[in-house]
């Protein structure tokens, strides 16, 4: 029994042990299993908690873009650039023919009877007008229904149709261009109150029926485009909304992505929950891109009425309201000038769903179908003038930083005449390619610029850069610095008249040959033109003839160093090298230059500086800057009269007397021919009674032109002022000017009674004194009581 028991106890003292291993091994495992599952939930607690907070932040980052670019400035809107505005009054010299030129180049509509804004007729000589209200920089003007009566070109009669005669009205301002941000996007913003409403229509029924409906984003839509596209194995519908284009335009890049949609959905339920939907679709309408123009991008409805129909917004029939919708699809693909036929179908396909949506009836849309494009080929004329809004931006930039000029949406008043415009770059391309049939030169390299600016105030009217002026390339109105030939020699005459007491226009000259020794000991040997010394010469003679000897023995006796001086006060602040041969024209100048230069002979001594602007306006219209004008005497006026009734004499009987083909005998003018070595360049500059003018015919490559200022540039100048109309030019005589009888055989003072004799001007007292042995005699014909230096 011991031994039994012994067994027992042993085995239960062995199990013991046992026991406790099996027990101990569950208490250390199952805390170990409840541990792994617990890290892996917080982890991933954790996790969820970091991505919502991610996710809560960048949301909150996307708001804040939303609102703030929403609500901030929007867009940078380009400075608008306007020419000058068209002044109606009796006595105006305004032909119909132009009026309506002008009409037109700013979307006026002809009718039979104009009963709209920015609507004519004409009947024979009368037009009827019905002209825009325009905020000019001085106040705002009302829109008016006029009665304009021509006689010949000139304006008879001018009155309010219903209303009494009208001393003045001014048609609004055209606008001429816009300088817009180094992305080049241009655009007219617009309220949501100035888009009309079928263009709305025509919007949303084609982009986003459910505009008014949804949160920003369509899942209806979104869904229907994903099963159209499936069932036609490719992309043919999209799902966007308005709302959601607007972010992509807005906001995006032009990444393709689906993190990018993933943005642009987000931002567009954001976009749709902090503003009302009229003012998304105000931004839509100002954002979206609806056309090119060379390196211009049309953005908007407000400007892209302009581009292609050269009329406002609100001026816009049903027709021309769809094929604007029709561009939001594809401004390339349906470009009405490019691809007439596509842009057509797109228009009417909006005109019958139009109709199909109960928004315009039957008749509407098929009167609407019928209806032509309309579209102006040449756009809406903005960025046309590119060599002067060269000059605008060089002048505003002494006053406006760069970043003010394309983004603040400034208005900027112009002196641009674009009729005077059309006439000059007209007359450039018609007379090159006639000067390079006529003398064989190679085609198409002869260059030119032509500048017209008005005499009294330099207010530039007119400026081409070159021969394709439509197209912004090299400026050589502003930029080509070339020598200016002859067209330095009135300055050298002027600096010897303004000397009383040894010059005068009758003062014999010595045109000889010459040589003079340069600084390194080099002869200067000049010639005159046609290779011949002429030898004793009136000093009018030697300036009307150009006769290159005669002017530099004057200069060299003048001195240098004051007609370098003179040339500065005159207007130009180039530096100039005071060696022989600038008298004869070796200075280089730009057009422009030669412009200010001449500017100062037509103003009588009188310096205006050049300008293209008259006034600058906030985008609100409030007045900013005005540009006046400001004037000095540079030069005595008698000696400048002179020089004047000189230039006269060259256009009557010396170089420039090929000007006759072009002006009738009895119309004065004045100007200087100016021709360089080998003919490379050929000049004219001259004025009329209102204007001043200066061309220049060349080549880019400097080789000769194989023209003289008489046979090249002369040509241009006279077509361009036969076009213009100019006011003849009839100068006042100084009351330091006399007019005394002259004996041209002696050069002594005569009388009426002395053969041939003529009546000249001189400075007071320094009229010869030498009496002419012809004086007194009688048998004197009462014609010669007539003759003078005029004739």
């Known amino acids: 029994m011991a031994k039994t028991t012994r067994k027992k106890s042993t085995s239960v003292a062995k199990r013991k042990p046992a026991t406790r291993r099996k027990r101990a091994k569950p208490i250390k495992k199952r805390p170990r299993k409840r541990g792994l599952f617990g890290r892996w939930f917080s982890r991933l607690l954790a996790l969820s908690f970091l991505f919502s907070l991610v996710l809560g932040v960048y949301l909150l980052y996307l708001d804040h873009t939303v609102r703030v670019k929403f609500e901030g400035k929007r867009w940078a809107v380009p400075a608008r650039v306007y020419g000058r505005p068209l002044e109606l009054y009796p006595g105006a010299s305004i032909s119909p023919d132009q009026l309506v030129s002008e009409l037109q180049q700013m979307g006026y509509q002809r009718s039979s009877y104009p009963k709209q804004p920015a609507s004519w007729s004409r009947n024979k000589s009368r037009i009827l007008i019905r002209s825009r209200p325009f905020s000019f920089w001085d106040g705002e003007q009302p829109g008016h229904f006029l009665d304009i009566r021509f006689s010949g070109n000139q304006v008879d009669q001018l009155s309010e149709v219903g209303g009494g005669e009208l001393a003045l009205v001014r048609l609004e301002a055209p606008e001429i261009g816009s300088i817009y941000p180094a992305h080049n996007e241009d655009r007219v913003l617009v309220r949501r109150s100035e888009l009309p409403e079928r263009l709305v229509q025509a919007l949303i029924v084609m982009e986003d029926r459910a505009f008014y409906q949804h949160s920003g984003v369509d899942p209806k839509a979104i869904a229907r485009a994903i099963w159209a596209n499936m069932r036609a194995g490719g992309v043919v519908q999209g799902g966007s909304t308005l709302t959601q284009q607007l972010v992509k335009n807005f906001y995006l890049t032009r990444e393709r992505s689906l993190w990018r949609k993933l943005n642009e959905a987000a931002m567009a339920l954001l976009l749709d929950a902090h503003y009302e939907k009229d003012d998304i679709l105000g931004?839509?309408?100002?954002?979206?891109?609806?056309g090119q123009d060379g390196g211009r991008a049309i953005h908007g409805f407000g400007l892209a009425s302009h581009f292609y129909f050269n009329r406002s917004l609100g001026e816009l029939n049903l027709s021309q309201l769809a094929l604007l919708?029709?561009?939001?699809?594809?401004?390339?693909?349906?470009d009405p000038r490019r691809h007439p036929k596509r842009a057509k179908e797109r228009r009417d396909l909006i005109l019958s769903v139009m109709h199909e949506q109960g928004l315009i009836s039957a008749k509407e849309a098929q009167a609407a179908k019928r209806a032509p494009l309309g579209v102006q080929q040449k756009g809406d004329g903005r960025g046309s003038y590119p060599a002067f809004m060269d000059l605008v931006r060089r002048q505003l930039h002494r006053d406006y930083r760069e970043e003010d000029l394309t983004s603040e949406g400034l208005r900027i008043f112009t002196t641009l005449d674009p009729w005077a415009q059309q006439q000059a770059e007209e007359a450039v391309t018609d007379r090159l390619t006639k000067l390079e049939k006529g003398y064989r030169l190679p085609k198409g390299k002869l260059e030119s610029a032509a500048i017209l600016v008005d005499s009294e105030n330099g207010e530039v009217r007119a400026l081409v850069g070159g021969r394709s002026a439509r197209y912004a390339g090299f400026n050589r109105a502003l930029d080509a610095v070339r020598p200016i030939g002859s067209l330095v020699k009135p300055v050298v005459y002027l600096a010897a008249l303004m000397r009383t007491d040894r010059y005068n226009l009758v003062t014999q000259l010595d045109d000889t040959p010459l040589s003079i020794k340069g600084k390194e000991g080099e002869l200067w040997m000049p010639e005159n033109y046609d290779h011949v010394a002429h030898g004793k010469v009136p000093l009018h003679t030697a300036l009307a003839n150009s006769y290159n000897l005669a002017t530099v023995r004057l200069g060299m006796d003048v001195g240098l160093s004051p007609i370098a001086q003179l040339l500065e006060q005159m207007g130009i602040n180039r530096p100039i090298q005071q060696v022989p041969a600038m008298l004869l024209g070796s200075v280089s100048l730009s057009p422009l230059e030669v412009t200010q230069l001449y500017q100062t002979f037509a103003a009588g001594g009188f310096?205006?500086?050049?300008?293209?602007?008259?006034?600058?306006?906030?985008?609100?219209?409030?007045p900013l800057q005005r540009y006046p004008l400001t004037v000095r005497q540079a030069v005595p006026s008698g000696p400048v009269y002179l020089v004047n009734r000189n230039l006269q004499e060259v256009v009557r009987n010396g170089t420039a007397k090929r000007l006759t083909r072009y002006v009738d005998n009895s119309f004065n003018v004045a100007g200087k021919t100016g021709t360089t070595d080998k003919l490379r360049d050929s000049w004219?500059?001259?004025?009329?009674?209102?204007?001043?003018?200066v061309v220049w015919v060349g080549r880019d490559d400097n080789k000769p032109a194989g023209l003289t200022g008489s046979t090249g540039a002369l040509q241009v100048w006279g077509d361009m002022m036969r076009r213009l109309r100019p006011v003849s030019l009839e100068l006042l005589r100084p009351d330091s000017v006399e007019t005394v009888w002259i004996d041209p055989k002696s050069g002594f003072k005569a009388d009426e009674g002395c053969e041939g004799a003529r009546q000249y001007p001189f400075i007071a007292g320094s009229a010869p004194t030498v009496t002419a042995s012809c004086a007194g005699q009688s048998g004197t014909s009462i014609r010669r009581l007539f003759r003078s230096f005029f004739e």
Not at 325 to 334: I, M, N
Not at 607 to 622: D, M
């Open 684 to 693: 004219f500059a001259g004025f009329s009674g209102d204007k001043v003018a």
């Open 607 to 622: 310096y205006s500086p050049l300008r293209a602007i008259r006034a600058v306006q906030s985008s609100s219209g409030e």
């Open 325 to 334: 919708v029709a561009q939001v699809r594809g401004p390339s693909f349906y």
């Open 283 to 290: 931004a839509y309408a100002n954002e979206i891109y609806l």
